[in-house]
């Protein structure tokens, strides 16, 4: 699709050659931009972007963007957007005072999930899901990545993929697929947690591979969940099948995820709300990414990561929803940007950062999306007007998106 938008106040992440693959500590504070600007998309392609003074005649598609930012799409690297059911009778028990791990002990959480979506068709399980796809497309995200893990029995894991290769050839947009079936111990392996980790290894990855039906391999190593040792040898096997590891690391607790993470050449490790010194020092000089989700610290009313300590120590911040229906039931970018502001102490260029170009290093889109750059996807979002960058995550909880942009085409 061919479309010109014009009278940009403010054109955000524009880098004409040889956009940065990802940023690292103080990098993370700049977002470079052009005033007043005008951006071509054709064929679904960005162009060329320049300043309105020299801005070319065009026949198609015009939109006047007077008053209003235009950048990068938002990349979503950590969902679970595949579920059959919400969960918020959880979320009141919370308010009463129960814990997410107590909640979890008792057969809630996780388990809950996976009981309701072993009842839901293939067809079902796709429909709810794109309303989702749909919903957080309005609110900015152009590229998604969606993780199993409700199924918990290789038939119930295998459906979830499908739903997500379906979502995958459904839509005009990037969508990463990642194995979760170590998310929990499913109640019928209570009592023989090697029994269901020789399931995934033995069972579950070989299925999942030999349909090419995952990207990458991912383990929820935590207390009460998987040990290092364990997420070790799903890693190992996910990576002999050609996936890459995202590991779920120190949501709960400092579980050593993070450093299993890195020991392994995880792509990213998602969550770190309990780090230390030394996790931080694990990260550093490491290629991991670290991916924050603060709609799950938000919901479930955990600490929040050191954003300001992984940021002085140099490390790669991206942001992400975390998408699902226990600990982050919100897909929505913009309040992710708004946390990490009022909550991490990000600054509204470092969360635009960790939500564009570190966000689609860490699902490796970075040659397509996270930034402006002719060659790149035309898939952008045009803003309501606003005043400023800052006013995006200052004005939390609105919906500042007027139109998203995916290939060229207003969707
Ligand atoms: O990323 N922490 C593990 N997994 C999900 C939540 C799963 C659930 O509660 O359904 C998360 O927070
Ligand atoms: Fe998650």
């Known amino acids: 699709m061919d479309l010109l938008i014009k009278n940009i106040s403010q054109l955000l992440q524009t880098y004409r050659q040889t956009p940065p693959a990802r940023l690292s500590g103080s990098q993370m504070a700049d977002v470079p931009s052009v005033d007043n600007a005008w951006l071509l998309i054709r064929q679904g392609k960005i162009e ?7 801005c070319p005649s065009f026949e198609g598609e015009v939109i006047d963007a007077t008053g209003r930012l235009v950048f990068p799409g ?4 950590h969902t679970h957007i595949v579920f059959a059911a919400p969960r918020e009778q959880e979320f009141v028990d919370r308010i009463r005072g129960l814990s997410y791990e107590e909640i979890a002990k008792k057969g809630g959480g996780i388990l809950n999930s996976a009981g309701r979506l072993r009842e839901t068709s293939e067809d079902d399980l796709f429909h709810s899901a794109m309303q989702r796809v ?16 409700y199924g918990l029995t290789t038939e119930s894991e295998l459906k979830m993929l499908k739903v997500i290769r379906r979502l995958k050839d459904a839509l005009d947009m990037p969508v990463k697929s990642t194995f979760l079936g170590a998310h929990a111990i499913p109640a ?10 020789d399931l995934i290894l033995n069972d579950m990855l070989p299925a999942v591979a030999k349909e090419g039906l995952a990207d990458y391999v991912d383990v929820f ?15 190992q096997k996910g990576k002999e099948l050609g996936m890459k590891p995202k590991i779920h690391a120190n949501q709960l607790h400092r579980s050593g995820g993070v450093q299993t993470g890195v020991e392994t050449g995880a792509l990213s490790v998602d969550h770190l709300e309990e780090m230390g010194e030394q996790e931080i020092n694990a990260l550093k000089g490491s290629d991991t990414i670290a991916t924050l989700l603060p709609g799950a610290a938000f919901f479930i009313n955990t600490p929040y990561p050191p954003a300001r300590d992984m940021l002085n120590a140099g490390l790669t911040l991206a942001l992400a929803s975390d998408y699902n229906p226990g600990s982050a039931p919100s897909g929505n970018m913009q309040l992710m940007m708004s946390l990490a502001c009022v909550k991490m102490r990000m600054t509204p260029q470092e969360a635009l950062n960790a939500a564009t170009v570190n966000a689609a290093a860490a699902m ?6 996270g930034t402006i750059t002719p060659g790149k996807a035309g898939s952008v979002v045009i803003t309501k007007p606003v005043s400023s960058l800052a006013y995006l995550p200052y004005s939390f909880g609105t919906n500042l998106v007027e139109h998203t942009v995916i290939n060229g085409k207003v969707v």
Do not use: L
């Not at 060329?48 to 020299?54: C, K």
């Not at 749909?134 to 893990?149: H, L, N, P, R």
């Not at 019928?188 to 980790?197: L, N, P």
């Open 364 to 369: 490796e889109i970075e040659s397509t999306h």
């Open 134 to 149: 749909k919903e957080v497309t309005a609110q900015g995200t152009v590229a998604i990545e969606v993780k199993s893990g």
């Open 188 to 197: 019928e392996y209570k009592e023989d947690r090697q029994g269901y980790i």
């Open 48 to 54: 060329d972007w320049g300043e309105m003074s020299n």
């Open 221 to 235: 190593c935590e207390k009460g969940f998987f040990t290092p040792e364990e997420t070790k040898a799903v890693v």
């Open 74 to 77: 938002f990349v979503d690297s």
